[in-house]
């Protein structure tokens, strides 16, 4: 691990596939708030060069880590560290996705393909949250936002990209389950759709910068005690599933 800043008394916020994109700008606003960010990512050289990109400029800190959601002796080892570290991880934002056969109709995307997007895209999310969830019901606080997409709508469902949109749909209903199995206590559990952001992923014909894709999803990973639980929000608006 590489540590960037300090502060000994934040909260502690995890984020995945946060070495670029939203996840990055995600992690620099939660530093930015005081918060002490875990930044993950896969490639751990990846990630320490995230981090030096905020550098100490936040109230909070920035902690760059390996972590591959697909693989549970990655999860285990870092949850191992954190509890070694006397870190407990207060935030959760599942961010890490893939985008595979963004231009294939539904008759030719490839199994293999369908199975390696459902295995980061929900799979991982479910795991990385099985690790930490706990922990945040145990203290008595916790948020996890769940980071999807409008192409994950069953109201709006079209022809596009079929195996990422029917991970998020997947992903949204895990949100559902796990704000089910964590109401009455103080882990608030959303989804939140960026929207059409100028990244990698999105491209740089996307209306919307990293700023604004990152916003609905720190306000919901910041939320106060008896905020909303089990929604899917946009631009900090609820919308349909």
């Not at 000994?8 to 700008?25: H, K």
């Not at 930015?32 to 960010?37: D, L, N």
């Not at 008759?107 to 930490?132: C, H, K």
């Amino acid at each position: 691990m590489h540590s960037i800043g300090g502060m000994a008394e934040s909260r502690v916020a995890l984020v995945t596939g946060a070495n670029r994109g939203i996840g990055l700008e995600v992690c620099r606003q939660l530093s930015a708030r005081g918060y002490h960010v875990l930044l993950t990512a896969r490639d751990p050289a990846k990630a320490d060069a995230a981090a030096r990109t905020i550098g100490t400029s936040g109230a909070g800190s920035v902690t760059a880590a390996r972590l591959d959601v697909t693989k549970e002796t990655s999860i285990r080892a870092l949850a191992s560290d954190l509890a070694a570290r006397s870190l407990h991880v207060d935030v959760l934002v599942n961010n890490a996705a893939i985008l595979l056969d963004e231009d294939e109709g539904m008759l030719e995307t490839p199994i293999a393909d369908l199975r390696a997007t459902f295995e980061t895209n929900v799979q991982g999310a479910v795991a990385v949250s099985q690790a930490f969830v706990p922990g945040m019901i145990e203290r008595g606080h916790g948020r996890v936002v769940n980071v999807s997409s409008e192409a994950g709508q069953l109201a709006s469902r079209e022809t596009y990209a079929p195996a990422y949109s029917m991970s998020k749909t997947a992903l949204n209903a895990f949100t559902r389950q796990l704000a089910a199995a964590t109401r009455g206590t103080d882990v608030l559990i959303n989804s939140a759709c960026p929207g059409w952001v100028r990244t990698d992923m999105g491209g740089p014909g996307a209306p919307r910068s990293v700023e604004e894709g990152a916003d609905t999803i720190v306000w919901l990973a910041t939320l106060a005690p008896k905020g909303p639980t089990g929604g899917f929000f946009s631009d900090r608006r609820k919308i349909e599933w």
